[in-house]
């Protein structure tokens, strides 16, 4: 039998959503047929790969979020161990978690973006970046943490700056319109759902509370726009070298025509793994359910580092 450990909690500021992915991912996994322990690392990394070699694992499946867990800290971790992990290997995560280098790989690509400035707190006390409306949010974050979207008349500028603590910010002119996004399994994206909210946008609570967003799949688009919005996704999980499940978030500026008003975001390589999350949703919605969509996630499983064997290290197959 397959013996998978599952990584949840952490460092990160997204620790609370991690335990709850993770919790339901073990459940799951055992439904599957898999045996399964939990391991919640701390910060002493000493300890971390102690405790990881502890658990015996065949497989870890990666369910961190945000710093450590999903922008390749653990990822080259689990590649110097040489243990199999779920998700995207070192590179791919921490491209996708620096949404600048995010960027301009899809640039290079061919893929929507919009254009951006990078800053630090002290220039956004000084002056407003762009022009009214835009956003300003971490390079390298997640979960919509630290995100604000700043208009015409606001305020909030000085006192924003004065409490940033998420270091280098990005920002970019905001687009109005519909939240839209696209999970992709490996090289296959699955519908486009669309995320509606009473908030002023789709923040942190509005992902995670009860009731803070509506998910609507498949999205209620012209057939053209959902069909690029797919097409896109996987391009953007190619461009960044994703393996295994990830999430592409868009906005689509429905004034415009076709689907020219469709914008790249970014590509989660983490994404929620609860039964209601939107990967989920969006692999019930075409009959794979949950342990099904977890067992796959732990057969795609591999590392990018070396063997260790009865004769030392060897290149990985």
Known sequence: MTRVTVLLGGLS???EVSLS???????ALREAGFEVVTFDPGPDLGAVVAGIAATRPDVVFNALHG???EDGSIQGVLDWMGIPYTHSGLRASAMAMDKATAKAAFAAAGLPVAPHRLLEASALADADPLPFPYVVKPVREGSSVGVHI?????????????TWQWGEIIAEPYIPGRELTVAVMEDRALAVTEIDTSRTFYDYDAKYADGG???????????EVAARAMQVAVAAHAALGCRGVSRSDFRWDDSRPGAEGLVLLE?????????????????AYRGITFP???AWMVQQARHDGMERGPKGMRDAA
């Open 13 to 15: 500021s997204e620790r």
């Open 292 to 294: 099904e969509l977890c």
């Open 67 to 69: 710093r450590f867990g």
């Open 21 to 27: 992915s993770g919790r339901e991912i073990a459940a």
């Open 213 to 223: 967003s509506a998910h609507t799949i498949p999205a209620r688009v012209p057939d």
């Open 150 to 162: 700043l208009r015409g008349g606001d305020n909030r500028r000085a006192e924003i700056a004065a």
């Open 267 to 283: 590509v989660n390589t983490q994404p929620g793994m609860t039964p209601t999350s939107l990967v989920p949703e969006q692999a």
